[in-house]
């Protein structure tokens, strides 16, 4: 995915990862990720979507999280 490739991380966790996207994939799509990990070493994964937040929500939970 084109759009896909220099997008920012903004969560990750043992349960998965957060990339804010203005044109995300459609749920249940297969993508293969580039992670450049803050070592500096890259990590190459394959990863399928699951969740898709509206603009609204996810500037929702970036207020809560700032909150915190």
Known sequence: ??????????????GGLFVRCPKPPAMRTRIS???KLPSG???AID???????????AA????????K
């Open 1 to 14: 995915l084109p759009d896909f490739a220099n997008e920012y991380a903004t969560n990750i966790s043992k």
């Open 33 to 35: 990720l580039n992670l």
């Open 41 to 43: 070493e890259n990590v």
């Open 47 to 57: 990863a399928e979507v699951v969740h898709v937040l509206s603009p609204e929500q």
């Open 60 to 67: 929702a939970i970036e207020k809560h999280l700032a909150g």
